[in-house]
């Protein structure tokens, strides 16, 4: 699955579904990397003559599902129905709202990221460091080309009061 904002931009300029749907979950909570279709299709828009709320929703995840965005699992039994996130739907609300969000690795709920999605690069005036905090598990910080002694030190004292002390 590669998703894909661009296609999920136009998709949704044909489809206002797309948009009220991420504009519910972002008033809500979501749960882990799903959400419940039943529920929501509870507070989803009104009713019309062609489609019930639950068919207008399932039809927003499907084009959700096509533009690589996650997986529609059990759409015929409302109960059961649920999308699972393959990007976040907040990120995906701010990239329909804004052309300059680009996917990014960390939004992303499950599994890894497509091999052909390269981290941004550093913003113009920082700079990127990668330090081994243990063994296999690398950190990354992205500083300011400029950083004083003084940002440093705080910076310090801030990752010390998140110590556990264990």
């Known amino acids: 699955m590669n998703p894909d904002l661009d296609r999920l931009r136009a998709v949704a300029r ?3 579904a797309i948009g009220a749907l991420l504009d519910l979950l972002r008033r809500g909570r979501v749960r882990g990397n799903h959400t419940v279709l ?12 062609d489609h019930t709320r639950f068919e207008t929703l399932v039809t927003a995840c499907r084009l959700l599902e096509n ?4 997986q529609l699992l059990q759409p015929t039994r409302a109960h059961r129905a649920r999308f699972v996130w393959a990007v976040h739907p907040h990120v995906l609300r701010d990239g329909l709202a804004s052309d300059a969000i680009v996917l990014q690795p960390q939004h992303y709920l499950k599994g890894a ?10 913003r113009q005036g920082w700079q990127r ?11 990354t910080l992205e500083l300011p080309e400029d950083l004083s002694e003084q940002e440093a030190k705080r910076l310090g004292h801030f990752l010390l009061a998140l110590a556990t002390g264990k």
């Open 14 to 16: 044909k489809e206002p």
């Open 38 to 49: 039943r529920p929501l299709a509870a507070r989803f828009g009104d009713d019309t003559g």
């Open 67 to 70: 533009c690589g965005m996650g």
């Open 113 to 122: 990221p497509p091999p052909d999605a390269a981290p941004a690069p550093p």
């Open 129 to 139: 460091h990668t330090f081994p905090l243990r063994p296999s598990a690398p950190i």
